[in-house]
Nanobody
Framework: QVHLVESGGDLVQPGGSLRLSCAASGVIFSIHAMVWYRQSPGKQRELVASITSGGTQNYADYVKGRFTITRNNAKNTVYLQMNTLKPEDTAVYYC???????WGQGTQVTVSS
């Protein structure tokens, strides 16, 4: 079964940067697209970014130009580099193997001065 472990969340000031990681197991990582989502209190989970098995990236408009999704197939890990963070980026961030319903525990990102 798919197991996901997100890490890298922290408290950061507006304008700061963070790099999130998501380690996946129980799946042939290299052949699947990976997706980052986030969920803020009182809001539905929303898509942030995705990356295909071939490395094609897609971003939600609200993070485009600030966030970068990458993957390392040798480490079964997907990353989310987040720059120029804003208070509205505050959320729990989750990753998912596209097509599999499993979720990790998420990692908390708080952007506040």
């Amino acid at each position: 079964q798919v197991h996901l472990v997100e890490s890298g969340g922290d408290l950061v000031q507006p304008g700061g940067s963070l790099r999130l990681s998501c380690a996946a197991s129980g799946v042939i990582f290299s052949i699947h697209a990976m997706v980052w989502y986030r969920q803020s209190p009182g809001k539905q989970r929303e898509l942030v970014a995705s990356i295909t098995s071939g490395g094609t990236q897609n971003y939600a408009d609200y993070v485009k130009g600030r966030f970068t999704i990458t993957r390392n197939n040798a480490k079964n890990t997907v990353y989310l580099q987040m720059n120029t963070l804003k208070p509205e980026d505050t959320a729990v961030y989750y990753c998912q193997v596209l097509g599999f319903p499993a979720w990790g525990q998420g990692t908390q990102v708080t952007v506040s001065s």
